[in-house]
């Protein structure tokens, strides 16, 4: 083993030592993030500007989450879609980061939890999800428009 530093990272900067000089390499976030970054600053130096941010954040997260609420029973993106206004909420409000890094936690480990199963512990669990998510549409169907899937695809079974 060999006491060389093949490189170090301070600050977002990486030095590494190549034909005995140090080179440094920054990785800088991208275009379109430094842009929204700089217009954000822009807009909460003013204070008019920064109570204008919070309420049009507050307001568009709080749109885009009851949109997910409303969408959690369906079959579709529900849960994604209450992310996606936590993740609007985090631009501003600090209790909304912490909601999204401790969401983010907890479905990174249900998922490397569930890679590491047996393929029939995986399959059994994809069964039951499709399962869940059948019976739940079924019964949206059933109670908002009307329409029993169940007893039409019996019947249908029964008449031909």
Known sequence: MSGRNNGAEVNGVTEREGGGAAVSE????????????TTLALIRANPTGRVALKIMIGVLG????????????LPGPGWLIVIAGL?????????AKRLLGFTRRHVQGWAAWVKKQSLTVRLLIGSVGIIFVGAVAC????????IDVIAQVLHYLATH
């Open 62 to 73: 709080a749109i885009v989450v009851s949109v997910g609420i409303v969408l959690i029973p």
């Open 139 to 146: 019964l949206s169907i059933k109670y908002s428009l009307g």
């Open 26 to 37: 920054r990785r800088d976030p991208p275009r379109w993030r430094r842009r929204i970054s």
């Open 87 to 95: 993740g609007i909420w985090a631009v501003e409000f600090h209790w």
